[in-house]
């Protein structure tokens, strides 16, 4: 296969990096691509092509730029879970001075269009559920070779909401007594956070990362910023995705069917001691990633112009609410979520998508 520049720039995604990936695929690694196009993106400066070979078969490429990305980590962490026996994809070739990566193809069916078909969540969550495990237990010995998901990484986390998205997108001026609030609350969540047990964190383990493989198995992608945190990350990030949400009844079933997934393989000294700490485990650090989530999204739009999150942001403004309500350390936080955040979201919304990034 020839990559001609006309054909480059046919393509409003074809770039320079778009050329020197075909040449690497085609010219050095001597595959007889038929076809390469786009794949995915992410939240990040990471893009994915998929070559279809002229035999049938085909590759996934990540293109990493390296000026932005680097693909060490996802080396790393992809060989840690397949220690693990978690289906990540193969990796087959690497470039590391360009940022090139060539790996097996997961297919493109993720979990999420999946999980909305009627009848499917119940099966799709249970395999998702049983992966978790294996991250989780069988990864336990793996958690000494990640960075920790400590206080200054939660930290971090945090203040992206009150600058992104209060601050940049719902154009709120927080006064003193507020910034206080908020700052107690991050300090709470903080130490709620680093009480639970350590285990293997994906950190994105959703919907979107989750790929459906044959006989419903479960494959795994976009794992490189893991983390050895709480036992409670990874659970939440699934059960209340920012993508899709369920009733509050369904996914606490699924979360006590977690527990008891744990206390079979003999994993109890992460179940807590009742389903009820679990629960209160899961919903705390359930509060702290969607406040996280909140400023992320946010910022994806007004740094870094990808309007689709948006539209995620209510569903994920929701799960704080929820998590704060129920809590009662967290009531009066939650009463200034009520009364200074919900409001303005639909308006702010509104106004983002008639601006201009900056």
């Given at each position: 296969m020839s990559i001609s520049a006309d054909s480059i720039n046919s393509r409003p995604w074809a770039d320079a990096r778009f050329e020197l990936l075909s040449q690497w695929i085609v010219q050095e690694l001597g595959h007889d691509a038929a076809e390469i196009g786009v794949a995915s993106a992410d939240a990040s400066f990471r893009r994915y092509f998929r070559a279809r070979l002229r035999d049938g078969s085909s590759f996934v490429v990540m293109d990493a730029p390296p000026a932005h990305e680097d693909i060490g980590p996802y080396l790393k962490v992809a060989t840690l879970l397949q220690a693990a026996g978690v289906h990540v994809p193969a990796i087959h070739a690497?470039?590391?001075?360009?940022?090139?990566?060539?790996?097996?193809?997961?297919?493109?069916?993720?979990?999420?269009?999946?999980?909305?078909?009627?009848?499917?969540?119940?099966?799709?969550?249970?395999?998702?559920?049983?992966?978790?495990?294996?991250?989780?237990?069988?990864?336990?010995?793996?958690?000494?070779?990640?960075?920790?998901?400590?206080?200054?990484?939660?930290?971090?986390?945090?203040?992206?909401?009150?600058?992104?998205?209060?601050?940049?997108?719902?154009?709120?001026?927080?006064?003193?007594?507020?910034?206080?609030?908020?700052?107690?609350?991050?300090?709470?969540?903080?130490?709620?956070?680093?009480?639970?047990?350590?285990?293997?964190?994906?950190?994105?383990?959703?919907?979107?990362?989750?790929?459906?493989?044959?006989?419903?198995?479960?494959?795994?992608?976009?794992?490189?910023?893991?983390?050895?945190?709480?036992?409670g990350y990874d659970l939440v990030s699934l059960l209340k995705d920012c993508y899709i949400g369920w009733p509050r009844a369904q996914v606490e079933g699924w979360v006590r069917e977690y527990r008891a997934r744990l206390l079979r393989r003999g994993a109890t000294a992460l179940c807590g001691r009742d389903d009820r700490e679990f629960l209160r485990w899961f919903d705390l650090i359930g509060v702290q990633r969607h406040i996280k989530v909140l400023g992320i999204f946010a910022r994806l739009w007004w740094r870094d112009g990808k309007i689709g999150y948006l539209d995620d942001l209510p569903l994920t403004l929701d799960y704080v609410r929820d998590g704060s309500a129920r809590y009662p350390e967290l009531r009066e936080f939650a009463q200034w979520l009520e009364r200074r955040v919900v409001p303005q979201l639909p308006l702010a919304n509104l106004r983002a998508k008639q601006a201009t990034p900056k």
């Open positions: 690497v470039d590391l001075e360009r940022g090139f990566v060539l790996l097996e193809d997961l297919g493109s069916t993720p979990f999420l269009p999946e999980l909305r078909r009627p009848g499917r969540a119940d099966a799709l969550y249970s395999a998702a559920l049983q992966t978790l495990a294996a991250i989780q237990i069988d990864g336990l010995p793996a958690t000494r070779e990640l960075p920790p998901y400590d206080a200054t990484a939660l930290r971090r986390e945090l203040e992206l909401m009150p600058e992104w998205f209060c601050g940049r997108h719902l154009q709120l001026e927080l006064d003193a007594a507020e910034r206080r609030l908020i700052e107690q609350t991050f300090l709470w969540l903080i130490d709620e956070a680093l009480a639970q047990p350590v285990v293997f964190v994906h950190r994105d383990y959703h919907s979107r990362n989750l790929m459906l493989l044959p006989g419903d198995a479960t494959g795994v992608i976009d794992f490189q910023d893991a983390l050895a945190g709480p036992v």
